[in-house]
């Protein structure tokens, strides 16, 4: 989809905290820098960090602004503006 368009548009693709597996239980709110290697992850989660990964990918290919957000990033933002 994002390959379809225009250079300049946006494309916002929902991930989970999951992709990060049991890299993620040392952290009460899980960084990005987390680290995706492979730690018990789902076939399911992988799926979602290879996603990710295509946003990034076509994004920069095409010149459009590509963001991945989990439900957690979503809460958070919608916390801070109250």
Same mark, same amino acid.
Request: hydrophobic content about 35%.
């Given at each position: 989809?994002?390959?379809?368009?225009?250079?300049?548009?946006?494309?916002?693709?929902?991930?989970? !905290?999951?992709?990060?597996?049991?890299?993620? +239980?040392? $952290?009460?709110?899980?960084?990005?820098?987390?680290?995706?290697?492979? #730690?018990?992850?789902?076939?399911?989660?992988?799926? !979602?960090?290879?996603?990710?990964?295509?946003? +990034?990918? $076509?994004?920069?290919?095409?010149?459009?602004?590509?963001?991945?957000? #989990?439900?957690?990033?979503?809460?958070?933002?919608?916390?801070?503006?109250?």
């Amino acid at each position: 989809m994002v390959k379809h368009l225009r250079s300049g548009a946006a494309f916002i693709y929902a991930s989970t !905290k999951d992709v990060y597996g049991a890299n993620a +239980e040392a $952290y009460r709110e899980v960084p990005e820098t987390c680290a995706t290697d492979y #730690s018990g992850q789902t076939a399911l989660e992988w799926s !979602k960090l290879i996603g990710e990964r295509y946003t +990034e990918y $076509y994004a920069h290919r095409q010149n459009v602004r590509g963001l991945h957000l #989990s439900p957690v990033q979503c809460l958070r933002a919608a916390v801070r503006r109250k």
